[in-house]
């Protein structure tokens, strides 16, 4: 049963590109969150989502960030003309919640740097 | 404000012995709280789950305590292993409805053989 699956597993933009991050689940789980760590910090929420909707993106900054789960295929976290301040490692975690209990399992990670 | 301390940054033990991390937390009403392990370049590995009606949760040679009248839960590694060196990560999920996880800072054991 493969885990949760992230690509790329490093990504490198310039300051004003755009990049573009994808999850997949856990085969059954229909929960995704994006989690940023910057180095030396802890993991920090960004965006909740299941498929087709967003339930929480309270943590995702306004401009910019933007994500989505569509019915079919992965879960995507877009950042729009990144800035240095973007560099960090993105992580995505799915869970299969059933009202209790919410394991979140995490995937490798994408270290994206900005030039 | 909401805080999730995990002591001590770094911590270095002999291999055999029982290492002791610790995570604190402040105005959150955690409804469980979970242990992960993180080796560098790597995601989050889920280790144990304690809810807040649970004391103690055991699993090999792993143990989570959970105070909730201290606000602080313990993670202790029996018989330590050099392989056992990561940072460990505690993170809660608080009570107001919100399905995201709260991290800590995390805390870096090395083992040493």
């Known amino acids: 049963n493969a885990g949760v699956m992230q690509n790329p597993r490093h990504l490198v933009r310039r300051r004003g590109q755009e990049a573009r991050l994808r999850c997949s689940p856990m085969?059954?789980?229909?929960?995704v969150y994006w989690y940023r760590q910057l180095p030396e910090e802890g993991l920090k929420f960004m965006v909740y989502l299941q498929k087709e909707n967003i339930i929480d993106e309270s943590g995702m900054p306004k401009e910019r960030f933007s994500a989505e789960f569509p019915k079919e295929g992965p879960s995507i976290l877009r950042i729009q003309q990144v800035v240095r301040g973007d560099s960090a490692a993105y992580f995505c975690?799915?869970?299969?919640?059933?009202?209790?209990?919410?394991?979140?399992?995490f995937g490798p990670g994408t270290r994206l740097t900005v030039l | 404000s909401q805080k999730i301390e995990q002591n001590s940054e770094a911590l270095n033990i002999q291999e055999g012995k029982t290492a002791t991390l610790t995570c604190n937390y402040t105005?959150?009403?955690?409804?469980?709280l979970q242990w992960y392990r993180q080796d560098p370049g790597r995601g989050p590995v889920f280790l144990l789950l304690i809810r807040e009606n649970e004391k103690e949760k055991r699993k090999e040679r792993l143990k989570v305590t959970f105070d909730t009248t201290l606000k602080q839960s313990l993670f202790h590694i029996t018989a330590s292993q050099p392989a056992d060196s990561a940072t460990y990560l505690c993170a809660l999920l608080d009570q107001t409805g919100a399905n995201n996880l709260f991290f800590g800072t995390g805390t870096r054991l090395t083992v040493i053989p």
């Open positions: 085969k059954g789980h229909s929960h």
């Open positions: 975690a799915s869970s299969s919640y059933n009202g209790g209990t919410d394991t979140q399992y």
């Open positions: 105005n959150y009403s955690p409804a469980y």
